[in-house]
């Protein structure tokens, strides 16, 4: 929970000069996006690095850019658009490397963005699985925003639709948790 400070309870993060606060909004989709909405597609690498808060991304963009980062994500326990507090560090090949060597999860996926949003189309043991986001500035924006109708659910609040959450799911739970909001991925 944000405290009056603007950070988060229990945390030494805190909004200002490195972290921001995270706002989106998070949907389940039925199927992925079609190409022609498409405006820029990335596949995306992502490395939960073992007993931290750190993500390592590798982003590799359709026009042969590649954008790797270190983020760290402060979560807070409240209902709504605010996620927490994120810090991004933009890092170099060798840089990558380095923490790359550490202990992770493995989550990977392509990022369609689709304005308003970022629909992402998982691989592996979340096969099946799109999950669009909404990033916003304000609290103001968060709470006006009106999902397009090809989202299914909104997912926002239901934290089993976090990275960090669904790199240790194993696909049996996935299922599952779908099959909650109406989804049968196996049967498409």
Known sequence: MM???????????HPGKYARVERERRFLLATPPNPSAVTVTRVISDRYV??????????????G???????QKVPISQ????????????????EYDVIASLPAALL?????????LGVDVFDGHLEGLVLAEAEFATDEEAQSFIPPA???AEVTDDTRFTGGRLVRTPRHELLG????????????
């Not at 850019?65 to 983020?71: A, V």
């Not at 990977?108 to 308003?116: A, G, M």
């Not at 948790?177 to 498409?188: C, I, Q, T, V």
Request: charged share 25%; aromatic share 6%.
């Open 3 to 13: 405290n009056k400070e603007g950070g988060v309870e229990g945390q030494s993060v």
């Open 50 to 63: 073992a007993g931290t808060r750190l993500r390592l991304r590798r982003a590799d963009f359709s026009d």
């Open 65 to 71: 850019r590649c954008e790797l980062k270190l983020t």
């Open 79 to 94: 209902p709504g658009a605010i996620q927490g507090l994120i810090t991004n560090t933009y890092l170099s090949p060798a």
């Open 108 to 116: 990977s996926k392509t990022r369609f963005s689709v304005p308003p």
């Open 150 to 152: 090809e989202c299914v």
């Open 177 to 188: 948790w779908l099959a909650e909001y109406g989804l049968r991925p196996e049967d498409s």
